[in-house]
Each structure stands twice: as C-alpha cells, then as structure tokens.
C-alpha cells in the first residue's frame, strides 16, 4: 500500500524457538519479509525475500524453530518478541498425533480424531491451524472440521463445513477453500437451535466417516475439530455429542482446567483428554472486532481476497421462482404441541418464509437439496441433511413486483431454488 511505500521496516532478529507477535492497525497494513534463517507463521513456513502482507486488524505472530531475522514494515499497534509461547506443546502434541497416524497406517487402522475445545479467545483456531499445517507438511491429507458457527475458517458465518487439507495455508489467506462441504445453520451461536446444531454435527460425522471408508489417506489423515467457545450448559453438551459422533480420540483443552476436568469425567475412558496452555500472544477481540470481522468474512465471499477479486452479480428473482424456509419454529409450551409432536421436532421443522420487506440484507443460503424435493407439511425432507451449494444476499425486496434483487456470485439463473434464511444481515457497501 502507498501508505507504507518507501519505509524500510524494522528489523527484528529472532533466536530460536521465539517468535514476533504484532497487530496491524485498524485501517492500515503491514509488510513482513523474512531476511535470513527460518520462519513460520502458525505453521506455514514463510519464503526468503518475499514480502507478505497483512491486512487491517491482523493478529500474527512469526515463530522460529532455528532462528531468523525478519523485516516488519507499515502501522503496527504492537510488535514485540516472546521467548515464552507454547509451540513446543503444539509440535509435542502433533508429533504423538503422527504417531498415532503411523501406527494406523501400519495396522490398517483410522488415523487420529482430535477435537479442540476451550473457551473463546484461546487461540483454537490457531492451533487447529498449526497441527493441519504440520500433518500436511508430512504428506498427511488431514479434514478440518469447522463446527465455530460464529467464526468460521472455511466458510461464511452460520455454516458449518469439513475441508480436506492438501497443502499448507497461505501464510496470508490462510486455507485453500475448494471444495468444502457445508451446512447452513443460520445463526452466529450454536444456542439459537442447539438441536439443529447437533443434528448438523452428526450429518457432518456420518460424511467424514463415508469419506474415510473410500479414502485411505483421509482416514488416515484423521480430522481435527474446531469448536464453539461456548463451553457451559447445553454448549458443553454439544461438545460430549460431538466428541461421540465423531468417536473422536483426542481432546485438546485449551486453557481451562474446568472444562478439562468435565470432560475427564464425562468422556470415555478410551478418549485422550489433554490441557495445554493458550499462547500469551492470543489476543481477546472484542464483540465489535468479532462481528467486523464475521462480515469480512462475508465480504472475501462475494468479493474476493486482495489478491484474487470476484465480480458479484445483482439480478431480480421471482418470488414465485423460489421457496424461502427458516428452519426451527419458535418453541411453544410443551403443553401446547400437538400430539405426538415433541420439541425436537419443532427445532428442526422447516418454516416457510413468505417474502417481504424485512428479507432485506438477510444472508440466504442456497440448498442443494433437488428443486423436485416435496416438503409436506413442515417436513425437512433432505433439506437439513442437503449440503449447501453457495450463498446470497437479498439487497431490495419489491413487494408490488413480487420481485427481490439479490447479490450473487455467479450470474442468473439461481442454481437451485429452495433457499435458507440466515439471521446473518450483510450490507452491501460496494
Ligand atoms: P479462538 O479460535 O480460540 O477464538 P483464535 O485462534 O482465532 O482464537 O485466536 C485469536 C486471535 O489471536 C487471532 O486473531 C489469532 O491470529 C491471534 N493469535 C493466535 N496466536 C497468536 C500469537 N501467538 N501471537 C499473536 N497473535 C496470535
């Protein structure tokens, strides 16, 4: 950027096993480039003379395992070194997952199932980051579970999605998104409808369990699960079902021995409980810098990455040409439900949407479940469990014209026509 153009940046010399933690201003950018010696950003190994960029609000840290020295440029809030960091736990731990990934290789067994859990802010994301990173590095194909609804790596905010790992992130945009598979949940907390959530969980292991059945070296490769901050109550519980429905064999705990205790006592005894430590350098972001960033994220999908700009395009829909549902109903007493009705059913019951002003900047996600699918009296028929083939935005609504305009990132003619309603609102400023 011109801003910083023509500053020489600061040199910092990192000794080994240190690392360089900064934040990027809000608004500005930074230039990194690694002079000498060797260098990773959360497991990505950076490129002699190459200068990265890192956008507005970006919370870095350059580690070294050898030592290097490094070029920082641009407006940085803070730019410090630490001697203190947790990575040769996250390098200990990845390297009893390798075991665990050999032996499975040998005896014709599944790789290792790892779930990461802690409260918000403890840098899960990050060391679900290292550890993919440095299993891929090793030729591994692990999946990236991403269960955050709030903060997701892989897709749009109010999904939930599984990618296979091929190569390490980009130091700057962090995983290749080709291919994901995603379900639309609709809200930024698993608690709007925890058994939509838990349903979804489990429509996300039962696809990775099949996948593994085909795939040797994804089975192999195992998973690692991103999870939800939220730890308490019906959150802790969504962790005990996810940590069943995937079987999975590892829990990392970050930060919380509560948590670690809980889940010692409530798991099986066969499940490897592990605490480690959360890293110094993670930063607690506040409710403002969470939601900026979930519209970001939202943004990068119609528009694209720095690097690589999308052309979105707007065009009207019939309201005749589509179905809206919302899922879930709003609870009613249990002494009011029909018959043979429980409150699950009213969780997961798909609610037809009639189109008006109030669907304005609402974030839609477009099911790939088959336009002929018959939805009968409040039944999901398949659109639950359907994958989601991409997302709009509803940018006008004309209800006269019976008519919306959307903003799409392929041209007309929508692919399908059953469409989700998040409670996700995105305005577009473009
Ligand atoms: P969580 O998933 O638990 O909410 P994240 O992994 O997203 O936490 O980390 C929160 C923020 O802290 C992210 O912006 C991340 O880039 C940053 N971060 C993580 N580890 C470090 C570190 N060692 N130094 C500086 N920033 C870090």
């Not at 019906?234 to 995937?246: N, P, R, T």
């Not at 499940?271 to 403002?288: C, I």
């Amino acid at each position: 950027s011109s801003g910083s153009a023509g500053t020489s940046g600061t040199r910092f010399d990192l000794e080994k096993e240190t690392e360089l933690r900064f934040e990027v201003e809000a608004g500005e950018r930074a230039q990194l480039e690694l002079l000498s010696g060797l260098a990773e950003v959360f497991g990505s190994e950076l490129n002699r003379n190459k200068k990265y960029t890192f956008g507005p609000g970006s919370k870095i840290a350059v580690f070294t395992w050898q030592g290097c020295s490094v070029s920082l440029s641009g407006k940085t809030e803070v730019a410090y070194i630490s001697k203190d960091t947790p990575m040769l736990l996250y390098l200990n731990t990845h390297a009893a997952l390798e075991q665990m990934r050999r032996q499975a290789e040998k005896e014709n067994e599944r790789g290792p199932r790892v779930m990461v859990v802690g409260p918000t802010d403890v840098g899960k994301s990050t060391v679900c980051r290292v550890l993919l990173n440095y299993a891929v590095r090793l030729g591994r194909r692990p999946t990236l579970v991403e269960l955050d609804v709030g903060q997701s790596s892989v897709s749009v905010p109010g999904t939930m999605s599984a990618l296979c790992i091929e190569r390490p992130a980009d130091v700057e945009e962090g995983f290749s998104v080709q291919a994901p598979l995603v379900f639309h949940f609709g809200s930024t907390t698993p608690g709007t409808n925890i058994k939509l959530y838990n349903k979804l969980t489990s429509s996300l292991a039962e696809v990775f369990s099949q996948r593994c059945e085909v795939n040797r070296r994804a089975s192999v490769g195992g998973c690692i699960i991103n999870t939800c901050g939220w730890v308490k109550g019906s959150g802790y519980q969504a962790l005990v079902h996810c940590a069943s429905a995937f079987q999975v064999d590892v829990v990392l705990v970050l930060d919380q021995e509560r948590l670690y205790n809980e889940l010692k006592r409530d798991l099986p005894h066969f499940v490897r409980v592990v605490l480690l430590p959360k890293s110094g350098g993670v930063v607690e972001r506040s409710k403002d810098c969470r939601r900026e960033s979930r519209d970001e994220k939202i943004r990068e999908y119609f528009y694209g990455f720095r690097g690589t700009s999308f052309y979105p395009h707007a065009f009207d829909v019939r309201f005749s040409d589509v179905r809206i549902y919302k899922i879930g109903a709003p609870s009613i007493p249990d002494s009011c439900l029909p018959l043979g009705m429980s409150q699950d059913d009213t969780q997961l019951k798909l609610v037809p949407v009639s189109p008006g002003r109030d669907l304005t900047h609402h974030v839609l996600s477009v099911s790939s479940v088959d336009d002929d699918a018959e939805v009968g009296a409040g039944q999901s028929r398949g659109i639950l469990e359907s994958p989601v083939c991409g997302f709009i935005v509803v940018t006008a609504v004309d209800t006269q014209a019976q008519v919306m305009t959307v903003l799409s990132p392929a041209p007309r003619p929508l692919p399908r026509h059953t469409l989700l309603i998040m409670d996700i609102r995105f305005i577009d400023l473009k």
